[in-house]
């Protein structure tokens, strides 16, 4: 069973991630807010960058945009006509949800150990039939 530091750690790390997709998530809105002639301008800059020989972390700097960004022009993934699918953006969206709802869940470990149950002295087994519990309280809501 993880001791509270650990489970600190664990939040923490998932909050960065989480932090990360939402930052893929404005990207994605702000390429769909975009004026048509500038994403066609960025991904034709791109594109000829790229047959140029230079490197994608190269392009991403030059052209202010994330390397994830060239990436996906460089594998097509990006045209210049095309918009981001809602429905990625609505797999984002869930995904940070649950993430959300993963560190929730650690942090209500750690209420319980620190403050509701510290005095109660219950066994490994008990704690880890609870943690389930919790688990799969929470994938009722």
Do not use: F, Y
Request: glycine share 6%; aromatic share 0%; net charge neutral.
């Amino acid at each position: 069973m993880p001791d509270e530091p650990s489970l600190a750690q664990q939040a923490k790390t998932r909050l960065r991630r989480i932090e990360g997709q939402v930052r893929g998530i404005q990207g994605m809105l702000d390429r769909i807010a975009e004026d048509p002639d500038a994403r066609q301008a960025l991904v034709r800059r791109a594109q000829q960058a790229l047959a140029e020989g230079k490197r994608p972390a190269e392009v991403a700097k030059a052209l202010s945009v994330s390397r994830q960004r060239v990436a996906d022009i460089a594998a097509g993934r990006e045209t210049v006509c095309g918009d981001e699918p809602c429905d990625s953006l609505l797999t984002q969206v869930l995904a940070v949800h649950a993430a959300v709802e993963q560190v929730g869940l650690l942090i209500m470990e750690l209420h319980l150990r620190r403050c509701l149950l510290s005095d109660a002295g219950l066994d490994e087994e008990r704690m880890r039939e609870l943690r389930e519990s919790l688990k799969l309280w929470s994938r009722l809501s």
